[in-house]
């Protein structure tokens, strides 16, 4: 494998941007669907989550990337890459949000910022739990259900 990728750093890469792959179609769909943005919001929490519990593969790359990944220099590419996916998906969440002020969906009151950040921390925070200990909750049909949690304390 090693021969194939030059080392753990193209690996872990290669790995990343594979799953990014796979997800950032379906995203799209939500972010393209002719909805409110409450229930595109629901859908961008709930669709990773699902997926996660549904694909094999999905799964095991998030807990590498949460759990069995050093800090290494040599990894430095991939995490910039990591952490510039989660500033353009907090940003397209963050969109969402501000549509959703602007039509009255979502209080005003609101960093748009802050909530996409929190709602984006509760997704990972939810995944990182159910990967360690996936009895605590089923992801397929409660996912939804904490979706709604936030989504109450956003909503007008």
């Not at 995203?27 to 629901?42: F, H, Y």
């Not at 936030?150 to 007008?156: C, H, N, S, T, V």
Request: hydrophobic residues 45%.
């Amino acid at each position: 494998i090693y021969h194939h990728f030059g080392g753990k750093a193209e690996l872990y890469t290669a790995l990343m941007n594979e799953v990014s792959a796979e997800i950032n179609p379906l995203i799209d769909r939500v972010l393209c669907q002719d909805t409110g943005a409450l229930e595109k919001l629901r859908g961008l929490f709930v669709l990773p989550l699902e997926y996660a519990a549904s694909n094999t593969r999905y799964r095991e790359a998030s807990e590498l990337m949460f759990f069995r990944t050093e800090a290494l220099p040599e990894l430095e590419a991939g995490w910039n890459a990591k952490i510039s996916g989660i500033n353009l998906l907090v940003g397209l969440v963050a969109e969402v949000i501000q549509r959703g002020q602007a039509d009255g969906e979502i209080r005003s009151n609101l960093s748009a910022h802050d909530a996409a950040v929190t709602l984006m921390s509760l997704q990972s925070g939810l995944l990182a739990v159910w990967i360690m200990s996936n009895d605590l909750i089923d992801l397929q049909s409660k996912a939804g259900d904490v979706a709604d949690i936030f989504l109450r304390g956003i909503a007008i």
